[in-house]
């Protein structure tokens, strides 16, 4: 898993709230381990749809600035540079 979300605010405010609200369900089941197996798969689940949506977001942002390079716009070519310079860098 890659570990460098975990320093992100948003995932971080996200992920708190899930918790909270996670915690609320804990009368649902009759032990500990029954309810840390749930917390575990959400936690996962949490986890993976906040990859997806922040690497469909980065996508979209990457294809917005290819369309204003397209259509004219000087400052984008230069955006698009930063862009895959901090993609080579990595997350």
Not at 19 to 35: I, N
Not at 52 to 74: I, N, P, Q, Y
Request: proline residues 2%.
């Amino acid at each position: 898993m890659n570990t460098d979300i975990l320093t992100e605010a948003d995932y971080s405010e996200q992920f708190k709230a899930r918790y909270e609200e996670w915690r609320t369900l804990r009368p649902a089941f009759s032990t500990d381990l029954e309810r840390w197996d749930d917390v575990k798969f959400r936690i996962k689940q949490f986890t993976v749809e906040y990859c997806v949506a922040r690497a469909r977001r980065k996508r979209e942002e990457f294809l917005s600035l290819c369309f204003r390079e397209r259509d004219g716009d000087s400052s984008a070519l230069h955006a698009i540079q930063q862009y895959l310079d901090q993609k080579l860098r990595g997350p």
